[in-house]
């Protein structure tokens, strides 16, 4: 059911756009996508297949709440990770987990690297009008912000590669 797919992918979507503009992800959006795959599992009768990825989902959860625990990581991103890995199962699993890695690196790559060009006063200023005018509303203090203190969207990361796993999912089904 490709129907099902796409519209997981665009809750993805907006779950990527809601963490980065607010820091936050709705419960209701990992919520339906992990009902979204129990829906599409069902409609292609993979019965034998629900079990495991409910077991891969569970213990993403898992993992992911002893890492809020930390503070390493937002309870929203827990919840959509762990929403993915349903969709990943025990087949894409690792790869859902590399390309979040590879995804939120190169996501603090950016961030640090706009930091330090945002010391420079002509960038600064055109940021500034770009969030003032274009955005309509303040914008962020990168340039008084320090490593330690800037959280990123990494709900932007683990949409990339739950989009990679879609993929993978969708050239089976091709």
């Not at 640090?112 to 009008?129: A, E, F, R, Y």
Request: aromatic share 14%.
């Amino acid at each position: 059911m490709p129907f099902l797919m796409m519209s997981a992918s665009g809750l993805v979507l907006l779950a990527a756009f809601w963490d980065m503009f607010s820091r936050r992800i709705p419960n209701l959006l990992p919520v339906i996508i992990a009902g979204l795959y129990l829906v599409h599992a069902a409609s292609l009768a993979q019965w034998g297949q629900i079990p495991w990825h409910l077991l891969c989902g569970a213990a993403v959860l898992v993992v992911g709440i002893i890492i809020f625990s930390f503070g390493l990581l937002g309870g929203g991103d827990v919840k959509l990770l762990a929403a993915l890995a349903l969709w990943a199962g025990p087949e894409y699993l690792s790869l859902l987990l590399l390309m979040t890695c590879f995804a939120g690196g190169l996501l603090a790559f950016v961030f640090v690297v706009t930091m330090i060009l945002c010391k420079n006063p002509t960038i600064s200023q055109g940021l500034d009008w770009l969030f003032v005018y274009v955005f309509k509303r303040p914008a962020p203090m990168l340039q008084t912000r320090k490593a330690k203190e800037l959280q990123l969207p990494y709900g932007v990361a683990i949409a990339a590669a739950g989009f990679v796993v879609f993929y993978q999912f969708f050239r089976v089904l091709a």
